[in-house]
DNA sequence: GATTTCCGAGCAATCGATTTCCGAACCTGG
DNA sequence: CCAGGTTCGGAAATCGATTGCTCGGAAATC
């Protein structure tokens, strides 16, 4: 590979002429510059980024941590992400963590050992720990999820509102006995989103009923059983409101397999899209969250705290969209 | 941060000794050792990355270059990958590159400049041009296409076959008018699951009608088109085989607007698994491809082959499932 | 007991770009 | 014409770990 004193030998300069017009810190005389250029586009030199970033001790990537790309919400957060980084000049390192924290303290290691510019973090649970990364003054941003101990910029939803949207949505169209399948009480969002449920009930004059409300793991087969758990208890129930896409779809496949004709007798209504979710049977209404948004949105928050990591954090909240499909139509009475 | 001649110092040896310590590259007295590890445990050393790799000159990074993650087909290859890295101690840098050309040169170019231990790519099109990477000594595997020119390892499905079984399943279920919509004209993939098509209306004995033969763009929208198209121009059609999932999609959008009615009027297969396709209103019949294994498959070649630089190139095939729901019922006669 | 062999530890060079520091050249105003 | 200031290029230090080379000392051999 080609070296930086060769192109300087080329142009009759110095190594750190070369430099300087590449990196365009400094004054050069505009003649060397050209000199420069065309020695550099003649070799076709491409500096070492690793020698550079060793350097400068400072990298142009940024390391997402999520649960899993698989999960549509993911999915789209991610592409945001990098199609933000990009913008400013960096790469993402894609970092599954299964909600695992083992894997999550893992990768953390990994974008500390590699000197990455920036961590974007959707922690396992509220008390991930990420002290590691701060004391390295690693740029850090939460999305999605939020941290109890560390004053940390993050990127949110009002989950909160949105549930109460999806739950208000669901009474106005004559459900009463709405049932909630929610996350693991570890997780805020969990919690937030059954706030959101209990409000709307609340502001409906409905009482809160215990048993109408199900902790499950934000996945398919928690919804799933959690909803044959409703069903087996015999507890009454003529609507669903599941707080994430995955569980949603677990819920539904349930009352599928078991002949419970959706929205007939039982409606439903789900957190988070569904790619082509209207292409369900029936089509599945949902609270949509602006995945993408949410992901470009936590890399410009990235970006400006790599330029200026003294500035105070941020928190950003983004507002969910409600998408009313067939399986919470209107109940006949 | 600390450096390795803090955990020499304070270990009582040389720096040369901690790194061999850590790397277990050469023999090291094993009181010296665990005096090493000791220090090392007691000032939470860890090396830096980027020195390292500098003096190694390979980094422990991936690249792996999809047209768009947010597609479920890379999304799980994606995933795939990622597990198949960390097993063998890489990280993976999301690359989209949205079919682009130019997006996928600048990402290589990033893969060359940061010395990217490997690169998976799934080419843009068949003369994507990865002769930097060959020169540059960067193991490089393909995945999902090939290319025309280099010589490299690639981690393939059986096109052909698989849609020839899609193909043929609608020929035994009493559809006779099948309409393809493959891919591109300059993509492999595109090429060869119209092959397989042709092949299993051959073996049908049925003539190839060269106006059921459409080329779209792999996208929903193309997929809508084409199916519009066919529509509109009266072309006799009762089954519809579309070589990926998003064409799939777009075509049964299409239909559904119009008020087609699947299968009654008409049948539809499409390549590539849509997850909870089960869920689709009608089920929708897929060939699914291995996506997962395909990624896992992709990593361990380009983990061989940066072992190995000198060993052949491999060329893996797996197959395909074909998975029949009731958008391809059998036909009334 | 002397010589050879072998093992392992440390010194110092190295990876390749960036950046500080210094001095030369040039400019400007008195 | 000179003092003071400014601009700009180049030499060399630096980032932090790895590794080739050297050499001391212990073990082995005669």
Redesign the interface.
């Known amino acids: ?1 080609l070296k930086i004193q060769d192109v300087a030998r080329h142009a009759g300069v110095s190594a750190a002429t070369v430099s300087r017009v590449l990196n365009g810190r400094s004054t050069v005389n505009p003649e060397l510059a050209a000199r420069v250029h065309s020695a550099v586009r003649e070799l076709g030199y ?6 550079r ?2 350097r400068r001790r400072q ?3 940024w390391a997402v941590l999520i649960s ?3 999960n ?1 919400f993911f ?2 957060l ?2 945001g992400v ?2 933000g980084g990009r913008q400013f000049g960096y ?6 963590t299964d909600e695992n924290r083992a894997r999550e303290a893992e990768y953390i ?2 974008a ?4 990455m510019a920036g961590v974007i973090i959707s922690p396992a649970d509220d008390s991930t720990d990420i002290s590691a990364l701060v004391a ?1 003054g690693t740029a850090v941003v939460t999305i999605d999820r939020e941290l109890a101990e560390t004053e940390v910029d993050a990127v949110l939803v009002d989950n909160e509102k949105g549930a109460e949207m999806a739950t208000a949505h669901l009474l106005e169209s004559g459900y009463r006995r709405i049932a909630c399948i929610t996350g693991p009480r570890r997780m805020s969002t969990a919690m937030r989103r059954l706030r959101g449920y209990q409000r709307a009930l609340r502001a409906f004059g409905l009482p809160s009923d215990r048993s109408l409300v199900r902790h499950a793991d934000f996945r398919e087969e928690g919804g799933y059983s959690a909803m044959a758990a409703l069903l087996d208890e015999g507890v009454e129930v003529d609507a669903v409101f599941a707080a994430n896409n995955l569980m949603t ?1 677990g819920a ?2 349930c009352l ?1 397999e078991r002949g419970v004709a959706i929205p007939a007798q039982v409606g439903v209504i789900g957190f988070d899209d ?3 979710a209207r ?5 599945l209404s949902t609270v949509r969250q602006p995945t993408y948004e949410l992901g470009r949105a936590a890399a410009q928050l990235l970006a400006d705290r790599i330029d200026n990591p003294a500035k105070p954090a941020a928190r950003m909240v983004l507002q969910t969209e409600l998408h009313p499909r067939e399986s919470s139509s209107p109940r006949a009475c």
């Open positions: 590979m491409r500096p070492n980024g690793v020698a970033n060793l990298t142009t990537l899993d790309v698989g549509p999915t789209s991610v592409r990098e199609d790469s993402v390192v894609l970092c599954n290691a990994v500390l050992a590699d000197n390295a779809v539904v496949e599928t569904i790619p082509w292409l369900f049977r029936p089509g």
